[in-house]
């Protein structure tokens, strides 16, 4: 049997010579924009090395070369996963992703070309085998349904990844999301700055964990700052999301104002007959384009597919493929809407329990 093989990649040639990766392939391409002199002194440092150009590489580049000298755009793939092709669409801080996304790949010369895993007879293996053949150099991840195990198939090697927020359990990839402890604090700290000093946090526990919890570590913090322990509420995050469950619970702790998410909390207010801002003031998270006059935080959801796309373009063009040994993060900054679900004290009763 013979040994195993370690082949020599362009990166290791790239660290020999003190070069770019780019360098590298260039000078071993004859490309005439560097100087004879670099091309063969890499060269040499490839000989000596003992590189040996992967077939399967070159094939996967003679397409790409292919498409650009016919003019034929480079392709990003959207995964997206959900039991119902499109129900991903219905959630408009999704929407919002792709929209962003989709704007900046043509910006940037791609076309960004939705795949569902659910589709019949697709499987993990089988979607990366059809993203490599067609010559697919990037793909995005988009939120997932839940954090049950998926893409535990996928062949991740051949292409550069980005992951769009945390709802994907493994592997660890470079992701672009929302600042989800930046918009919490700087929504606490607003609404306290209006007066309000016993503030709620209720939402289901699924919203936090897809957000790796950092609502609720930016409330705690948040309340350590700002409110006295004894008018501290602890978040209500349950498991089972209910009216009955909620309508308990607001009762019992008496928030003065309410941070949620979604538009479950604010008929439930209406339905118990408590009106915002008289009785509570109410904020929202991550305000949807149609939560007009409602105070809380716009997630600038636009600008983190926007962000998704560059990181990706990022990697992509210094070759980087496969599971990243260190994966980064861009998070995109929180905007806060000042709506009329909340009242600043100066415009209202002192507030008190």
Not at 248 to 272: N, Q, V
């Amino acid at each position: 049997m013979s040994p195993p093989f370690n082949r020599i990649t362009l990166k290791d040639i790239a660290e020999a010579a003190g070069v770019s990766r780019m360098t590298v392939s260039l000078a071993l391409r004859e490309d005439r924009s560097l100087p004879e002199t670099t091309r063969s002194r890499i060269k040499a440092i490839a000989n000596k090395l003992g590189y040996q150009p992967d077939p399967d590489l070159i094939r996967f580049m003679e397409v790409i070369r292919a498409k650009k000298q016919k003019g034929v755009p480079s392709k990003i793939a959207y995964l997206t996963a959900y039991e119902n092709r499109f129900d991903w669409r219905k959630e408009s801080t999704q929407w919002l992703y792709f929209e962003g996304a989709h704007g900046r790949a043509r910006e940037c010369g791609y076309v960004l070309e939705e795949h569902w895993l659910r589709e019949p007879g697709m499987t993990d293996r089988r979607l990366s085998e059809i993203i490599r053949n067609r010559g697919i150099e990037g793909v995005i991840v988009a939120p997932l349904p839940g954090h049950e195990p998926i893409f535990d198939g996928f062949c991740w090697d051949y292409a550069s990844s980005v992951e769009l927020g945390y709802s994907l359990s493994r592997p660890a990839l470079n992701r672009a999301c929302n600042h989800q402890f930046q918009s919490m604090m700087l929504l606490f700290l607003s609404l306290s700055n209006f007066g309000y000093s016993r503030i709620g946090l209720a939402m289901p526990r699924s919203q936090d964990e897809r957000v790796n919890h950092h609502w609720r570590a930016a409330f705690l913090t948040g309340q350590s700052l700002r409110t006295k322990p004894a008018r501290q509420l602890a978040p209500f995050l349950p498991e089972k999301w209910s009216k009955s469950a909620f309508e308990e619970w607001f009762r019992k702790s008496r928030p003065d104002c309410l941070i949620t998410i979604g538009r479950d909390a604010a008929g439930w207010l209406t339905r118990m007959g408590i009106r915002t801002p008289r009785d509570v003031g109410l904020a929202n998270v991550d305000l949807s384009p149609d939560m007009h006059g409602i105070t809380g935080i716009d997630q600038n959801s636009r600008k983190v597919g926007a962000a998704a796309v560059d990181l990706l373009i990022s990697q992509m063009r210094h070759n980087e493929r496969g599971i990243p040994a260190v994966p980064r993060i861009v998070m995109v900054e929180g905007t806060f809407i000042r709506g009329s679900t909340t009242l600043a004290q100066s415009e209202g009763s002192k507030r008190t329990d």
